[in-house]
């Protein structure tokens, strides 16, 4: 076995052995399997988890309805596994909410619920509806003000968190990665221009930084990747920087001058690998980062935009409950930040402690 192989392995003995950082694993792991496969979890798989039922706004958890489900007048093709694992199904029926409801030959009779305590009477064609028309369903954790399923938006707006960490990690990597290199590396006019940069970039607040990229690149979900991926790569690339000065002394990388090698070469395939442990702390700190600037910007309205389920854009939109008889609508997506969140930190300090780059920090 290689160093750098029993290095890793003893590495993830040490992880394994520290219950926190095995919590938040468990937590990511789960968060990644429910993002994939959202769409076959939720109770609601129309596309956004958006099958709107203004009858039944604002209710509890737990709360159930019994529903009749009426064919739409148009026809909804059928979804291929790929479309559906992608952006879920289109809903083939209406579901109307009832109170009560009778049989007879060719149709059934319903009092349709309108409010509470207001009903109106309603006949339906059995030709028009489903095969088992009448479903009772529950929603765990209630419904938004638009009659929505809070438990399924948060399941599908676990992929829009998740997406937004995981590319905004990548893009702060690639960028932090190359300037901090470059900078540690070459040192001199090249160290100097970065390190101005980077110093421009640092003293901008980075809810400012964010709102000027939105602006220039407008609302929406790709936008939001992008601004946030923008502004953490100066924590990378300082670090980065830091970590290139120390070790371009070392002997090993004076060898592959000696041998020829190029520049690149040496820093990629020689610097890069010895410097990872103290950026992959760094990235999981920026994941967690980024899933709650992400939450912020929807908040404000600048980020996802709606009916895509953000957690940040439910908690705006249900925040008006709080003060009223349903506070669950808006602090389910708020536990659900909480919890992903922390998962992240965790299993940053867990890597930290594993990777033994306490004194690199």
């Known amino acids: 076995m290689s160093h750098s192989q029993s290095f890793h392995a003893a590495a993830w003995r040490r992880l394994k052995k520290n219950k926190g950082a095995v919590f938040g694993l468990i937590v990511i792991a789960l968060a990644v399997l429910v993002a994939i496969f959202s769409y076959f979890i939720s109770p609601d798989s129309s596309p956004y988890a958006n099958r709107i039922i203004l009858e039944i706004g604002g209710e509890k958890p737990g709360y159930q309805q019994q529903f009749i489900k009426v064919k739409k007048d148009k026809d909804v093709g059928s979804t291929s596994f790929f479309t559906r694992l992608l952006s879920g199904k289109e809903d083939i029926y ?20 309108i409010d509470e305590g207001v009903s109106e009477r309603k006949a339906y064609n059995k030709a028009l509806l489903a095969d088992k028309p009448i479903i009772l369903l529950t929603f765990p954790l209630g419904a938004d003000k638009y009659g929505r399923d809070i438990l399924s938006r948060i399941i599908i707006g676990t992929r829009v968190s998740l997406s937004v960490g995981l590319i905004t990690v990548i893009i702060s990597l690639s960028i932090g990665l190359i300037l901090g290199s470059l900078a540690g590396y070459f040192r001199g006019w090249v160290d100097d221009v970065i390190m101005w940069f980077i110093n421009v970039i640092w003293s901008m607040p980075t809810l400012l930084l964010v709102f000027a990229i939105t602006l220039a690149l407008g609302k929406g979900f790709w936008q939001v990747f992008i601004a946030v ?13 830091g970590q290139v000065l120390s070790v371009r ?32 702390v760094i990235a999981a700190s920026n994941f967690a980062s980024a899933i709650v600037i992400e939450a912020g910007l929807s908040f404000l ?61």
């Open 229 to 241: 991926g923008l502004t953490m790569w100066v924590n990378v690339a300082r670090l980065v920087r």
């Open 301 to 361: 309205g600048v980020g996802v935009q709606p009916p895509m389920p953000s957690w940040g854009l439910m908690i705006k939109e249900n925040y008006n409950f709080i003060i009223t008889q349903n506070p669950m609508l808006a602090l389910a997506p708020g536990f659900a930040i909480m919890l992903l969140v922390l998962a992240f930190n965790l299993l940053g300090n867990g890597l930290r402690d594993a990777l033994n780059v306490r004194g690199k920090l």
């Open 94 to 113: 209406y579901y109307v909410p009832i109170i009560d409801h009778t049989l007879t030959t060719d149709s059934i009779i319903v009092q349709k619920y």
């Open 249 to 280: 002394e070392q002997e090993y990388v004076e060898a592959t001058r000696a041998l020829g090698f190029s520049d690149i070469r040496t820093i990629v395939r020689h610097i890069w690998p010895n410097i990872m442990g103290p950026v992959m």
